[in-house]
């Protein structure tokens, strides 16, 4: 079972209607009665992988009890934090990284037995965030174990995320909510808007792009550049698509979960890309790796040293940049640990550590050239040149190891060049199997996301609020033809293998 | 109290908007799916559409075959349909009686019997599909059609029911259907049949008579006698008038066995049974010449057939004649139009079945002949699949022209597979060439295997894993008849010097 499932929806629609007709004061408890039973079927009915994930939550709030309990004994305390992290991040690795370097090494399979509970990446990270947060005393720790169950297991979030905080959600998952009809139907909204981006546009691009990716030795020239910036629009709207949903089931219960994403395509650099894109994994890097780091006394003093050496402006900058460095680096490790998911991170970190060391320079020639800098066109220059660096990363991202990306980019500058195929037709209209219908299905789905993108850039409000002001034939004609765009278009049912979610394997 | 908030607050708005909008789209959803279903059968849903009837022939594809509606109207005046759903099974007898019943009552229910000794365990997407797209999206009987299918049988891991309920999710990448203008008709109303269910098979194989009459019984299994059960007590309860019919093809023994048991129940029932397997001879049936495939006969069949039987029912049921009433004339403007149209059919299925006897004449004097010219003279026709394989031939003198037609290159090894001068497979050159296939059956007769070979070492053509091996130098060729399934002949054709080629079998 997968969130795009009907078996999916059919347990949602009986825990709603079991949620909003229980009393106020037991809705958590179907709540997390529905958790159960959904977290298993979308462990494809794993015991094991149920039991894990419940094991480390477990395990998180032990340690969350025992922060609490050991606040004198400082000695203790950070053994128990030590070995709480050495536990559920040994785990995480384990499940993520293992079977590389068991290949690698040439290791007996260990791990091809091991199955790990899905969405261990994000509960992981939100269990340890949740473990740090008591160790520092930011977080009131939860004394109620089925309460923090249902934090840890919360099964929308098992999926793709969000990563969230103990302290901004953990309250509202069991608290009492009144049923509203609006909120009901923007989770509705939401799952439609969702499914739309996913199995209309995503699976789609898909086509192109693993068509592409499928044979480099045949597509080589503009075809690359094709794929990778297809492949960009595709993660997009596939990882936008599985948190719509996320957030629309979540929703239906009335709880809101903190957003992912915020136009990413209008970032005019890379550090604020990722202020846009995986919010929640970036503030949680930056929230218990970076700041922590910069924090230690270590650094204090190493800031101090880069200081004497080079100046307050580019000492106090070094030792943020190799902060930095290790916050990728674990989100290298956190994607995977194999040198390519390494390589795309550290080509984030490359890029923003380059963008600020030359800006100066950048500057100057602005100045020099007296280039408009408080213009349309330079924020679109910006933007694209962003999405440009962004989608050279995602290239990688893409291929099946860091050598094959390579060899991509490799077969995309050296083979002969070949615009042409830019007006091949033809050859566009069978494409992997892609008819004519497709790609103006394709153009009207980016249309369609561009037009949602202006709407909330021009209002300030979400879509679905500009919607609710519009008149009705409009709201529903609105709604009843992204339904059927979805039933009709949609690339699902038998015939169609529908991915998964890129970001599910997370 | 609670009413009166409901009122006050406006809630009874939104509560009217969300029933609205559910209705609408619950609407549009329904006109989606028929839109996309590609396989409904005007058989089925033109049933709808017709005016009174006095006799329903239910059953898979068998009741749209052998009973000409329009024929038996013309000639004894009682108004008959047939009601023949694509690979339907006993299961949904039921379920096709019930909807037939909503529409009319009939006088007389002939239910075929055959689809009981094919009832399976199994689940086929294209028993459940074929039936149940041919009713409403949201018809309860259509759940239930689902329901007693799938209760009866053993579910398997992997099974995408949702689909089955909800079948656009399996027709709507079928965007073509859109551009159909007989997709639209579905929703007007317009879907018809002008032959009151009668569908004319103009294709031919040969048969021979299976002679397995027999008296013997074979058990039902708890599965068949269960379904069948349920079908007999349905038909009881409702008090109708119902005629079990077993109707002339290639029946097993086995098949024969299980009929003589369902009998026995129908009989308990003290319902009517026909095994018309029984009176092929009296029909003039020739098995030869009368049937499409091994489980219907072509339309030279349904004729015989037909004549035989429409005046059984004739005889044995009190069936009326609406001939003399004003209100069924259209009925014969419509046999009228039938009739034209037949003799058009007729001619087409007579000069096949000719051609095909004629090939067959042909095909059983190949083996008497031994002149190599003639013999490849006579092998070009359209009803034999040749396969070839070569290796290592000279063309001296222009030899090879007697193989242009199946583009034999001298000096390369050669393999290929030809129905009549359609190229199924051709691969030469200097390396090992090899091809394996099966040779063209009507459904469901098992396809025949064939495998051919060519390399330095000599030929090979092997049939049904039975291999015949050449030297090189050589042209091994076998001459299969798809009508009958035969293979006619099968020779080697031995290159002398400056001479040609020999033939030797």
Known sequence: MTILSFSFYLLVGISLVLYWLFPRQYRWVVLLLSNGVIAWLLNDRSYVALGLMYGMIIVAFAAGKLFDSLDEKKRLKKFVLIAFLLLEAGILLFSKDFVYYQNLLSISSISSRFVPPLGISYFTLSLIGYGLDCYWNKNLVEKNPFRFLLFGSYYPMLTSGPIVRYREVGNDLVSVHAFSYETVCFGLQRILWGMFKKLVLAERIGIIVNTIYGDPATYTGWFVWIAIFGFLLQLYADFTGSMDIIYGVSELYGIKLPENFDLPFMARNLSEFWRRWHITLGAWLKNYIFYPIIKTGAFQSFSQKTMGAFGKKWGRKIPVWCALFISWTIMGFWHGGTPKFLFVTLWFWFWIVIGEMLEPLFERVVNSLKIRTDCFSWHLFQSLRTFALVSLSAGIFRAESLRGGLSMYKGALISKQNPWILFDYDMWSSFGGLTIGDWFTVLLGLLILCAAAIIRLTTGRSVREWVLKQNLVFRWGLWFFLLFAVLIWGKYGPGYNTADFIYKGF | ?505
Request: with cysteine; charged share 25%.
């Open chain 2, 1 to 505: 109290m609670m009413h009166k908030r409901f009122f006050a607050n406006g809630r009874w708005k939104k509560a009217l908007g969300v029933v609205a909008f559910i209705g609408v789209f619950a609407l549009m959803f329904n006109y989606a799916t028929w839109i996309f279903r590609t396989n409904v059968n005007d058989d089925v849903v033109g049933l709808e559409n017709e005016g009174d009837l006095d006799v329903l022939w239910l059953g898979g594809s068998v009741a749209a075959h052998y009973f000409q509606p329009l024929q038996a109207y013309h000639d004894y005046g009682y108004c008959a349909y047939d009601f023949g759903s694509n690979a339907c099974r006993t299961d949904f007898y039921i379920n096709e009686l019930a909807y037939a019943r909503r529409i009319q009552d009939f006088d007389l229910y002939i239910v075929d019997l055959r689809t009981l000794a094919l009832l399976s365990e199994e689940v086929r997407d294209i028993e459940i599909g074929s039936w149940t797209s041919q009713l409403g999206v949201f018809s309860f009987n259509r759940f239930d059609s689902m329901y007693r299918y799938y209760s009866k049988r053993r579910l398997e891991d992997g099974i995408d029911w949702t689909s089955i309920v909800f079948d656009i999710a399996r027709t709507h990448s079928n965007t073509k259907a859109l551009a159909d203008e007989r997709q639209w008709d579905i929703l007007y109303g317009k879907r018809q049949t002008e032959t009151r269910g009668f569908e004319t098979a103009i294709q031919h194989t040969a048969f021979e008579k299976p002679n397995v009459a027999t008296t013997e019984r074979r058990t039902l299994t708890d599965h068949q006698r269960e379904v069948f059960t349920d079908l007999l007590d349905y038909c009881k309860n409702k008090k109708m008038q119902v005629l079990f019919i077993v109707n002339p093809y290639i029946v097993s023994k086995e098949e024969w066995e299980t009929y003589n048991s369902a009998a026995d129940l129908i009989d308990v029932y003290g319902f009517d049974y026909l095994n018309t397997n029984e009176y092929v001879d009296e029909m003039g049936i020739d098995f030869e010449t009368d049937f499409e495939n091994m489980n219907h006969v072509n339309y030279l069949g349904s004729v015989k057939f037909h004549k035989w039987f429409s005046k059984y029912l004739k005889e044995h049921y009190d069936l009326p004649d609406h001939r003399v009433d004003p209100e069924y004339s259209f009925w014969e403007d419509d046999y009228e139009r039938f009739k034209k149209n037949q003799e058009d059919l007729t001619s087409q299925i007579t000069e096949l079945v000719e051609s095909h006897l004629e090939a067959k004449e042909t095909g059983l004097s190949l083996s008497q002949m031994d002149d190599t010219t003639e013999w490849l003279s006579a092998i070009k026709n359209d009803n034999y699949t040749i396969v070839l394989a070569a290796s290592d031939i000279i063309d001296d003198d222009g030899m090879l022209d007697l193989f242009s037609d199946w583009e034999i290159q001298p000096g390369e090894n050669y393999v290929g597979v030809w129905e009549g001068n359609s190229k199924i497979y051709v691969g030469q050159s200097n390396e090992t060439e090899e091809y394996e296939g099966l040779f063209s059956a009507s459904s469901p007769i098992p396809q025949q295997s064939y495998g051919a070979y060519a390399g330095d070492d000599g030929t090979a053509i092997s049939v049904n894993g039975i291999v015949q091996d050449l030297p090189p130098g050589q042209i091994k060729v076998v001459v299969f008849d798809v009508n009958y399934q035969r293979v006619w002949d099968s020779v080697a054709l031995v290159q002398e010097n400056n001479r040609g080629f020999t033939l030797y079998r």
